[in-house]
C-alpha cells in the first residue's frame, strides 16, 4: 500500500513538469538574450535591467496566455470529437499560472547581477545563467528516470548556444542604437 501511495505521489509531483521546464527554461533563455544582446550592444546596464524586468512580464504573461489558449483549444478539439475534454486532468488556467510562475522566478537570474552590481556584470551574468540552466535541467531527475547531470547538460548547452547567437546579434546590431 505504501509504495502505491509513493507511486502516486511521485507521478502528481511530475504533473506540472513540461511546464515548469518549459516556463523555466524560456524564461532564463529570453531573459538572457535580452542580457546578451545589451550586453553585446554595449548598451547601459540600466537598459539590461528596463528590458529584462519589461521581459520577464510581458513575455512570462505571453507564454501563461498561450498556454492557457493551447490547452483550452485542445479541450474544445476533444469534445467536438466526442472524447472526454481534458486528456490529463489538467486545468488550463493551472497550467497557465505554472507557465507564467516558472517563467519569472527562473528568468531573474541573469538579471541579479544587474540588479545588485555585481562586477563584472555580463560576465556574472553568463555564470548566474549557466548554473540556473544546469539546475533546472538537473530539477528534472527527480521526477524522471534521466541521470542528473546529463539532464543539467542538456539544458545548459541548449540554453547558451541560444544565449550565444543573442549575444552575436547584439554585437551586429552594436552600431544601430
Do not use: C, H
Not at 535580452?34 to 505571453?62: C, E, K, R, W, Y
Not at 517563467?103 to 555585481?118: H, N, Q, R, T
Not at 540552466?133 to 534521466?146: N, Y
Request: proline letters at 3%; a negative charge; aromatic letters at 10%.
Amino acid at each position: 500500500m505504501f509504495d502505491a501511495l509513493l507511486d502516486d505521489e511521485i507521478e502528481r509531483s511530475g504533473e506540472y513538469l513540461a511546464e515548469i521546464i518549459y516556463g523555466a527554461n524560456d524564461g532564463i533563455v529570453t531573459t538572457f538574450a535580452v542580457v546578451a544582446g545589451v550586453a553585446g550592444a554595449a548598451l547601459s546596464p540600466s537598459i539590461v535591467l528596463v528590458l529584462g524586468v519589461a521581459n520577464l512580464f510581458a513575455d512570462g504573461f505571453s507564454m501563461g496566455m498561450s498556454n492557457y489558449l493551447s490547452r483550452r483549444s485542445e479541450m474544445d478539439y476533444r469534445e467536438t470529437q466526442g472524447e472526454r475534454a481534458a486528456a490529463d486532468g489538467k486545468d488550463p488556467a493551472k497550467t497557465a499560472f505554472v507557465t507564467f510562475l516558472a517563467f519569472v522566478v527562473a528568468g531573474w537570474a541573469p538579471l541579479i547581477p544587474y540588479a545588485l552590481a555585481v562586477e563584472p556584470l555580463f560576465g556574472v551574468a553568463v555564470v548566474v545563467t549557466g548554473v540556473a540552466f544546469f539546475v533546472v535541467g538537473a530539477s528534472r531527475s527527480l521526477v524522471t528516470t534521466r541521470r542528473w547531470y546529463v539532464n543539467g547538460t542538456e539544458m545548459l548547452v541548449v540554453g547558451m548556444v541560444a544565449a550565444t547567437v543573442a549575444y552575436a546579434v547584439g554585437t551586429l546590431l552594436k552600431g544601430v542604437a
